[in-house]
Nanobody, 119 residues
Framework: QVQLVESGGGLVQAGGSLRLSCAAS????????MGWFRQAPGKDRDIVACISFRGRTIYADSVKGRFAISRDNAKNTVYLQMNSLKPEDTAVYYCAADRNRWPISGDYWGQGTQVTVSS
């Protein structure tokens, strides 16, 4: 079965950096667009960044210039480098995979990893 396992979340001070990883198994990783979403308490789950199977990327306006999504098809892993973190970036971050839609909606989801940014 398909599994997406996120790691790299944690507590960081404002202005700091974190790198999230999502390891995928059970699917042909190179054929899927991948993305990161986040959900803060009491809010909807929103898209953060997506990367197509060819490497095209899109970002939410709120993270442009601070976050970078990348993928390593040899390792079946997608990354989210988060720099200049702000308290409003605090959320559970979810990895998602989508076979056909762009921007992705998510055929498969990870369990989420908590990111907390203190002021």
């Amino acid at each position: 079965q398909v599994q997406l396992v996120e790691s790299g979340g944690g507590l960081v001070q404002a202005g700091g950096s974190l790198r999230l990883s999502c390891a995928a198994s059970g699917l042909t990783f190179s054929s899927y667009a991948m993305g990161w979403f986040r959900q803060a308490p009491g809010k909807d789950r929103d898209i953060v960044a997506c990367i197509s199977f060819r490497g095209r990327t899109i970002y939410a306006d709120s993270v442009k210039g601070r976050f970078a999504i990348s993928r390593d098809n040899a390792k079946n892993t997608v990354y989210l480098q988060m720099n200049s973190l702000k308290p409003e970036d605090t959320a559970v971050y979810y990895c998602a995979a989508d076979r056909n839609r762009w921007p992705i909606s998510g055929d498969y989801w990870g369990q989420g990893t908590q990111v907390t940014v203190s002021s």
